[in-house]
């Protein structure tokens, strides 16, 4: 198995006042020829927005654009109709396709919201927009990596125009959880949003990645109670 680590505070920096961003990869003004992305895991931004504010209308093309909300509520709306909120424990997914304007505003006036916007390069070009929001609670069982995110519009989560898994779960002190990969061709990169975890000897704490291939599997200890995200997909187009 191969493994590469990333500091939470290796991460790129922008704070525009309104907005305070890390990058994992680059992204925008930060740029780390190093940090590219993870196969078609091109983006994943942890942005804190404060209220009253956000990102007005901007356009998107050829991309599987993820968000989910770690606390408060994004309101979003787009060009092909959808209106509403996006609410903490909520996982929303937009295939760009051949074209795509939103924005995503925070949802109330007075409370902050954090939430992690993530961009995955899609197997299929130019495909009709659309737009999926999903509740994740009746899918979430307790000590498990359980699926929000899939290639198949029948499994439990969203789906996108990828070969690409997602996994959350919250895990207690103490727990051992081992991860199969859905295609052993794949990698994973894990994402740390909250407490402290082992992988093959590297200690994750919050906010900490790690990226891991060349294997079937990887067993995951849990060192303080944490909330993991985990993000197979394939290593090239």
Request: charged share 20%; hydrophobic share 40%; no cysteine.
């Amino acid at each position: 198995m191969k493994t590469i680590y990333h500091a939470a505070d290796s991460r790129g920096d922008a704070n525009h006042g309104w907005l305070k961003s890390r990058h994992t990869f680059s992204f925008a003004n930060y740029y780390n020829p190093e940090r590219m992305g993870f196969g078609v895991l091109r983006v994943i931004n942890d942005d804190f927005v404060i209220g009253g504010q956000g990102f007005g209308k901007h356009s998107h093309r050829d991309m599987e654009i993820i968000s989910i909300p770690l606390a408060g509520k994004l309101a979003h709306g787009d060009s092909i109709g959808n209106e509403g909120m996006i609410e903490t424990g909520e996982i929303q997914v937009m295939s760009a396709g051949t074209g795509i304007t939103h924005s995503e505003m925070n949802g109330s006036r007075e409370e902050a919201v954090r939430f992690l916007q993530i961009w995955v390069m899609p197997s299929k070009m130019s495909v009709a927009p659309r737009y999926q929001q999903v509740h994740m609670g009746t899918i979430m069982t307790p000590n498990e990596f359980n699926q929000v995110l899939s290639p198949n519009a029948d499994d439990a989560g969203v789906w996108i125009h990828q070969d690409a898994w997602f996994s959350m779960g919250e895990f207690d002190e103490g727990v051992t959880q081992t991860y199969q990969l859905n295609n052993p061709n794949n990698g994973v990169y894990i994402f740390v949003i909250a407490g402290t975890v082992v992988i093959d000897g590297n200690i994750l704490s919050t906010r900490d990645g790690l990226g891991v291939w060349d294997t079937k599997h990887f067993t995951m200890e849990v060192k303080e109670a944490a909330k993991v995200l985990l993000m197979e997909v394939p290593l090239s187009m």
